[in-house]
């Protein structure tokens, strides 16, 4: 197991807009890489990354949320899963603060399916379904978004959504839009 580095859109690697490619098979080095993405998003830290973000061009995300989002203290569900697909979303759409450790120090308020139904391939190669909502289930889309080259920035509704948090003087943190050089770029 390892800590990979993180390609980060200043880096201008392709591989964060390109689709992935297909795993079909798990085996030893599949395996591998989830223990060296779970590694490298714990130590970002971060709640999910996708082959991508470490230059591997697979299909294979790792998504690390805590049991009750409310509860610092709660439990942590950990999924490793390789050619991931959402099989249903919910109609309901709730739009909500995301970042990527791609992005580094940049917001985004996006919008995201409420409850997904997704099926892949676990670290045995069995096949498995989930059902997830709300906190999880917008971290899973994120990372499957990933893994069809699309970023974060191209689901906002409007560049006016895309942020930086900077803290005031007295210690709150605000919201800092972006200049137009900067949207433009992304």
Known sequence: MAIRPIVTLADNNPVLRRPANRVR??????????????D?????????????????????????VPTDPEDPESAMRLHALADPEILWSSPEIEEDQEACLS?????????????????????SGRQVELEVADYEARVFQHEI??????????????????????????????RTPLG??????L
Do not use: C, W
């Open 180 to 185: 137009t050089d900067e949207v433009h770029v």
């Open 103 to 123: 992005i580094p120090g940049l917001y985004g308020d996006v919008p995201r399916n409420v409850a997904i139904r997704i099926r892949g391939l676990d670290r």
């Open 25 to 38: 098979r798990i085996d030893k080095a599949t395996r591998a890489l989830m223990d060296d993405m779970i």
């Open 40 to 64: 490298t998003m714990r130590d970002a830290p971060g709640v999910g990354l996708a082959a991508p973000q470490i230059g591997v061009e697979l299909r294979v995300i790792v998504v690390e």
């Open 145 to 174: 978004d990933h893994l069809d080259g699309i970023l974060y920035t191209q689901r906002v509704t409007s560049p006016d959504k895309l942020y930086r948090l900077q803290q005031d003087a007295s210690g709150t943190y605000v």
